[in-house]
Structure formats: C-alpha cells, structure tokens
C-alpha cells in the first residue's frame, strides 16, 4: 500500500529538520521510511507515464557526447528499461537557470538563460505538463553566484509546495546540487582556472559553505512536504575525473552517474519499478533452477540449473 506524501512529510517538524546534518537527515529519513511492519513506506505504486524536468545545464545535458547520457535521459531509459509501461520525457531545463530573480546572477534580458527563472516559469514548464513524474534540479548556478540560503529556499519552498497541491498524484523529486571544482576554494585558486573564472562573471563564488547549506535545507524541504530528495553532491565531490575541462559540467560518465543516482532513489522507494520483474518472475516461473549463471564455470551451472526437472 502506498503511503500519502503529506502524512510521511509530518513525521520530521521543520524545527527539527532545520538544525539536522545532510547524515541525520538521512536517517531520520530512512526510519521515517518504515511503516508499523517495519517495512519500507511506498511512495508510489503506479507506473508514471509523464517525466518533466527543470533545472539547470547539467539537467539540460550539456557536455554529454552521447544524447542517452545525459542525466535526464539516462534516468529515463532506467525507468523504461525496468517499469511496465511507456514514459514519455520533457526536459524543461535551461542553462544558466536560477530559481527566482532574486539571485544576484539573473538578468531579465537573459531569456533562456537565466531568465525566466524557475518561478516565474514552473507554473507554464512543469505544472502545465501534467507530470506524475516531477523533477527538479536547482541550487548549482545560484550557489555559484552567492544567493543567500533564506531567499533561495523560500523560493524553491513555494515551487515545491504549490507543486505538489497541484500535482498530489505525482511522484516529486528533488535533485540536490551538484559538486563544481569552484566549491574547492583550494583548487580554485590555481592559476589555471583564471581564465575560466573571468568566463563565470557573477557566478564565480569560492568555498563550499553555501552549497552544503543549500544541500541540507532541500533535504529537510524534502521531508517535511513529502518529496524525495537525492543528494548528488556527496556522489560527485572531489571526483574531477567526471567533469569537463570548463569546471562546471559533467563528462559522459558523470552525466551517466547522476541518472542512475536519481534512478536508484526511486526505485529504492518506490514499487512501480518492479512491477515488470514480479509479473517475469510468474510468468516464466523464475526461480534459482532457472536463473543465473551467465559466463559462469560449466560444472557450477550444470549443479545449480537442473533444465530437465525445472521444465517438468
């Protein structure tokens, strides 16, 4: 049985949540995930058949040489590969994106930049859409232009809010910041990355103090409104070797990582994703006589799948 959203969202006040590390979140989380069997808390049973995404350059896509890497792809073509049915996609990013025009980095003359922002623009590019399947990305580009934690979730915070009343049937996720080198103030001060800092103008923030905060307040929002946060910061930090050589965009590989991050969240939580297995598991009388051993050693597949008494 699939639990409401909201009634799970009760179980952490935001009085609490406020004052709790990215790690006691996620506990709180997962306990809170638990239902009086002890059993994980579904939060969606049904297959989705609509996927919206807003964010930023990273969810757009950009530097991915392979279209099924970006993170938004990759992502999809998980669901499709393991749900029952069909998902049509509409990736509703925009590069350079902030969340409000409060962010110092926005610039109303910067239409399909960071103009419109994500709430002058969510009730148009994802509302609309009629999405069970709801994805955001923010927190990068306004991080790294320095807009304050207040201002900035008190915008994501009616997004989100007024998101999930419109949409009470979808599943709404909420992609964490990613990891950028700038957030190494260490790194960032290598002379290489001189030129590269001139290119960002506003965007050009050192230090990660901001960002981490950004991470945990989304991760509390998350909880208290019923949503499903997935921290990709903790997945990508420090890893170099996933990013491009401007310093702010992911590889093929880490564009990859990301959707299968945002993948691994859901499907940890929620049982539409396995509704395909369980329907192969009956049909196909599945069971350890009959599965496995692919590239296996011969003697140990002619122990364990015994063709003749499972065909029987």
């Known amino acids: 049985m699939t639990m409401n959203r909201r009634t799970m969202a009760k179980l952490v006040p935001a009085s609490i949540g406020a004052l709790l590390s990215s790690g006691s979140l996620r506990a709180i989380s997962d306990q809170g995930s638990g239902n009086a069997s002890g059993l994980r808390i579904d939060l969606r049973s049904k297959p989705v058949q609509r996927l919206v995404a807003m964010g930023e350059s990273n969810a757009y896509g950009m530097s991915a040489g392979d279209p099924n890497n970006e993170w938004v792809q990759s992502l999809a073509n998980l669901i499709r590969r393991f749900q029952d049915s069909p998902l049509r996609v509409f990736n509703n990013a925009i ?96 002379p290489k990355y001189t030129k590269i800092k001139a290119g960002f103008g506003k965007f050009n923030l050192p230090g990660d103090a901001l960002v981490t905060s950004y991470n945990k307040a989304i991760a509390t929002m998350a909880i208290e409104t019923g949503a499903l946060f997935v921290d990709v910061y903790s997945l990508l930090d420090g890893a170099m070797w996933l990013m491009t050589a ?18 691994l969240e859901i499907a940890a939580r929620c049982s539409f994703l396995s509704l395909k297995s369980k329907r192969m598991e009956e049909e196909l009388n599945l069971s350890i006589r009959n599965t496995g051993g692919t590239q296996a050693l011969p003697h140990v597949i002619d122990s364990w799948r015994k063709v003749d008494t499972w065909k029987k």
Not at 151 to 170: C, G, H, W
Not at 247 to 260: K, R, T, Y
């Open 95 to 190: 590069p350079a994106n902030v969340i409000s025009p409060a962010a110092p980095g926005y610039n109303p003359k910067d239409v399909y930049g960071t103009a419109p922002s994500a709430i002058e623009r969510y009730e148009n590019d994802m509302i609309s859409y009629q999405p069970d399947l709801a994805v955001y990305a923010y927190g990068l580009n306004d991080s790294r232009c320095g807009h304050s934690l207040n201002s900035f979730m008190q915008a994501y915070r009616e997004i989100v809010v007024n998101t999930i009343k419109k949409l009470p049937d979808a599943l709404t996720v909420l992609v964490g910041p990613y990891w950028n080198v700038q957030y190494n103030a260490q790194i960032w001060a290598d």
């Open 246 to 263: 401007d310093a702010c965009h992911f590889n093929d590989v880490g564009q990859s990582l990301i959707g299968m991050k945002v993948f």
